[in-house]
């Protein structure tokens, strides 16, 4: 969508977007203000912010000393109980002697959780359940971290076992003055990996929101913040709050903050970049309903979800309109690579109420459909759709205790993929026929009138390791598919990659893409997927259901089965030569 673009480099991060000189250099040359750093790579970069100023180029973002300042977990928490921002009950302090942490251990009780000073992100957190085994806990965490940071550096908090991550949105312009943005919970998450955040957080009492707020105000102000940060809380069971730590940038979750009030974040900061006043008062801050934001990821749950990479070899999205957002940077054929982070999109949904806004982020998911690279949607869609998260049971552990929720079983039976699968390469093969501009030319008619009218297409498909051998009768836009002892009815009828069928009396409306010999198919947020083989000259033994028409030109060669006979499905009655082979006719069961 950018105007222009200037090459800053090759894929790798270290080579291009994590080139602070180089950027500033086309900067100047493209004769850029200011520098937007996103949310990854340079956006918490002192150094880099510093380079900005140097170079009179904005950096839009809060001024290199309140970056540094949130550096350092005890620094940062010596200044927030400076600014009367609550923390968890703990020790902070320079002392790291260990009969000192052992003592301060004793007063802050137990379960404790030693942190890294210099950790983040939860890396460097070690829970410890009891005295005894806080000197070997102490020692292996100080190790790790030295490993880790270069800083072997702890504190110490009180461990709460059941916290939800709720974090406030604030602003600050450049006089100094300071407003909140309501909240978002984003407790459900993985190996501290945000999955699906909320605005605002469900359950939280007024008096609460307005105490968090004015509290990441206070905390935002106490570093002269300047910008857009976010304050972020574990919010224990019984209502208390404490600071845990704060991001000075533009969050990956912010437009669920963007829906709920109305307020577009990117523009604030570049008012306030620009030394505009801040957009609104606290008193004019408002919110409406309730907004969801799922992360699509390119990973595989099924394989403790792996990152995936791969060529998006179909790709669609929802319809964007006032409840339903797509935050994306890729579009159908581009490639995930390995050089970034795998994430393909952010849905984000509005509506008035939670439930209304889950609703819709499981129908979105179902809209949203993607083949050739591994996704997270259908885990997606189990979480959204799981009752403990309707009924607002978040904490961090979300994830954890709720497995065996998360991990559905493929809701299409497989009979029923594959009758679909084959509806699907029937009507594809169909449509790729060249139309005859002889609308009375028997050659030109689509709906496969052939000369020899009962004749058994095979048609493959594996399915995993599976491979599963199917035969189709077509007869009057109708198809009869033979799938293992059972038959089923089939209509289909195929518009691009929309598929309607009825299969057996249901009918069915789904999704698809073919690409060579793939297939998938997209149904309630699940994929099928398999391989397809056909035999195109494999002429098969079988004939008709309740009729023995041959299937090609030949010669009978032997009858089995005589006037008055009682016969049954299966059984051969009439032996045929063709084509230098014998083919045994079977009698078919009567199905229509
Ligand atoms: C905690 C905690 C429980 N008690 N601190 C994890 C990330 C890091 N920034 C802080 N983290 C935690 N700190 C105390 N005193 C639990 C976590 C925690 C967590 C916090 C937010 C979201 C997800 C989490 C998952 C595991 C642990």
């Not at 150094?47 to 904005?58: K, Q």
């Not at 002889?438 to 599976?466: C, K």
């Not at 997209?522 to 083989?533: A, I, L, M, P, S």
Request: charged share 25%; net charge negative; with cysteine.
């Amino acid at each position: 969508m950018a105007d222009e673009a200037f090459h800053i480099g090759p894929a790798p991060s270290s080579e291009s977007y994590l080139r602070s000189e180089k950027i500033i250099e086309i900067a100047k040359e493209s004769g850029a203000q200011a520098i937007h750093p996103g949310y990854g790579f340079l956006s918490e970069n002192t150094g880099f912010a510093e380079a900005c100023e140097a170079n009179n180029l904005v950096f839009i973002g809060p001024p290199s000393s309140a970056i540094a300042a949130m550096g350092s977990k005890s620094a940062a928490k010596a200044i927030m109980e400076k600014a009367g921002v609550p923390l968890v009950p703990g020790y902070h302090g320079d002392d790291q002697a260990p009969e000192t942490l052992r003592k301060e251990a004793e007063k802050c009780g137990f379960p404790l959780l030693l942190k890294a000073v210099a950790g983040g992100g939860g890396k460097g957190m070690r829970v410890v359940e009891r005295m005894e085994e806080f000197d070997d806990a102490l020692a292996a965490a100080k190790r790790e971290a030295k490993n880790a940071f270069g800083n072997p550096d702890m504190l110490i908090e009180r461990y709460l076992t059941q916290p939800r991550h709720v974090e406030i949105q604030v602003f600050c312009d450049q006089d100094g003055k300071g407003v909140y943005l309501a909240e978002r919970d984003c407790s459900v998450q993985r190996r501290h990996q945000k999955v699906l955040e909320e605005a605002p957080a469900p359950g939280l009492s007024e008096d609460t929101r307005k105490a968090m707020g004015e509290a990441a105000v206070r905390a935002a102000q106490a570093i002269n913040y300047v910008g857009a940060g976010t304050v972020e809380f574990l919010y224990d069971v019984d209502g208390s709050f404490f600071f845990m730590e704060m991001n000075t940038r533009l969050q990956v979750e912010h437009p669920v903050t963007e829906m709920v009030t109305g307020q577009d974040l990117v523009e604030w900061q570049l008012k306030i970049a620009w030394g505009e006043p801040l957009p609104l008062q606290q008193s004019e801050v408002k919110t409406r309903g309730h907004a969801l934001e799922a992360r699509i990821y390119a990973e595989d749950p099924d394989h403790d979800f792996l990152p995936a990479t791969g060529h998006l070899r179909y790709l669609s999205t929802p319809d964007e309109n006032a409840h339903v957002r797509v935050d994306t940077g890729v579009t159908e054929g581009d490639d995930i690579s390995i050089h970034y982070d795998p994430m393909i999109a952010k849905l984000i949904v509005w509506d008035e109420t939670r439930d209304q806004a889950i609703n819709r982020m499981v129908q979105a998911l179902e809209n949203y459909r993607i083949a050739g690279v591994k996704t997270n949607i259908r885990f997606l869609h189990a979480l959204a759709d799981a009752q403990p998260f309707r009924e607002q049971d978040l904490t961090t552990g979300f994830i954890d205790t709720h497995r065996e929720l998360l991990f559905p079983k493929s809701k299409l039976d497989t009979h029923k993929a594959l009758v679909l699968a084959a509806g699907f390469v029937l009507e594809a093969r169909k449509s790729s026929e060249p139309a005859s501009t002889d609308p009375w030319s028997p050659f030109g008619r689509r709906n496969s009138w052939r000369l020899n009218s009962e004749y058994a297409q095979p048609l493959q498909l594996q399915v995993g390791e599976d491979i599963h051998d199917l035969k189709i009768l077509e007869r009057d836009d109708r198809y009869q598919v033979y799938v293992g002892d059972s038959v089923y009815n089939l209509t289909a009828r195929l518009d691009d990659d929309f598929l309607q069928a009825v299969v057996n009396g249901h009918r069915i409306s789904i999704h698809g893409n073919l690409h060579n010999d793939q297939l998938v198919l997209f149904y309630e947020g699940d994929t099928f997927q398999c391989n397809v083989y056909r035999e195109t000259y494999g002429f098969e033994d079988m004939a008709g259901e309740g009729s023995l028409e041959a299937p090609m030109n030949g010669a009978i060669v032997a009858v089995q089965a005589k006037v008055g006979d009682k016969v049954t499905a299966g059984q051969t009655l009439v032996i045929m030569e063709a084509m230098k082979m014998e083919h045994a006719i079977k009698l078919r069961p009567m199905v229509w």
